[in-house]
């Protein structure tokens, strides 16, 4: 089984409309990340949480929320969204061992807003 | 100008050619570096972390100049399943936690 699970992994959505991206992980790692990628934009985070009652945002955090519903569970939601918000959205996980922070990354969810 | 930059790409390469790929940051309070390798609609996933001495696995081996800034990755007797995206990435925790990704190059091997 993966050790960083995302559902669902594809969707078409419309204009407007509220939706959720989630997360989970079984590694045991503390810290999670939502990211976007677009092309030729490279990979940009969105939200990171640190420990279960810890949110900070990230370099594009406007018309995004997330909650850690627990340390293995991390959703993103996007209130209302619109077609910009049209990307590739990545969950990753890491710990901290050595200070080095290697990443882990789900298989991702492929958004699609019309 | 970007934090993290890469080479534009695409780099189109004969099996057992050696390739090399350059990032370069522009914050000097930057603390750890790695490149990842990304398949087409795929996750990216950890290559190797970049320490100051360099390091080596197999194939790659991986350089950090602090003085310049600079990161490079260089793939040796290249293969066919080579031929990915490799992401620069770049991390720091002084004044707020900070990880950024570069852009990416794509390596095409051919045979």
């Known amino acids: 089984d993966a050790d960083v699970t995302q559902t669902p992994r594809n969707r078409i959505t419309k204009t407007g409309k509220r939706i959720m991206l989630e997360c989970s992980q079984t590694k045991g790692h503390d810290r999670m990340y939502w990211y976007r990628q677009d092309p030729g934009l490279g990979l940009r985070l969105i939200y990171y949480s640190f420990d279960v009652k810890d949110i900070n945002k990230g370099e594009i955090s406007d018309g995004y929320s997330v909650s850690r519903q627990a340390q293995a569970k991390f959703s993103l939601s996007l209130e209302s969204a619109i077609p910009n918000q049209t990307a590739l959205y990545f969950c990753?996980?890491?710990?901290?061992?050595?200070?080095?922070?290697?990443?882990?990354f789900g298989p991702g969810t492929r958004l699609t807003v019309l | 100008r970007k934090e993290v930059e890469q080479d534009p790409g695409p780099f189109n390469v004969p099996e057992g050619a050696t390739v090399a790929f350059n990032c370069t940051y522009s914050?000097?309070?930057?603390?750890?570096f790695f490149w990842y390798r990304q398949d087409c609609r795929k996750e990216p996933k950890l290559l190797m972390s970049?320490?100051?001495s360099g390091n080596e696995d197999g194939r790659f081996t991986a350089q950090l100049n602090r003085a310049s800034q600079y990161i490079s990755l260089l793939i040796r007797d290249s293969k066919l399943s080579d031929s990915a995206t490799y992401l620069c990435?770049?991390?720091?925790?002084?004044?707020?936690?900070?990880?950024?990704f570069g852009a990416g190059t794509r390596l095409f091997v051919k045979a």
């Open positions: 970049v320490y100051s």
């Open positions: 990435v770049v991390n720091r925790n002084t004044g707020g936690f900070k990880t950024i």
């Open positions: 914050n000097s309070a930057s603390q750890s």
């Open positions: 990753a996980t890491s710990d901290f061992a050595g200070g080095y922070n290697e990443q882990f």
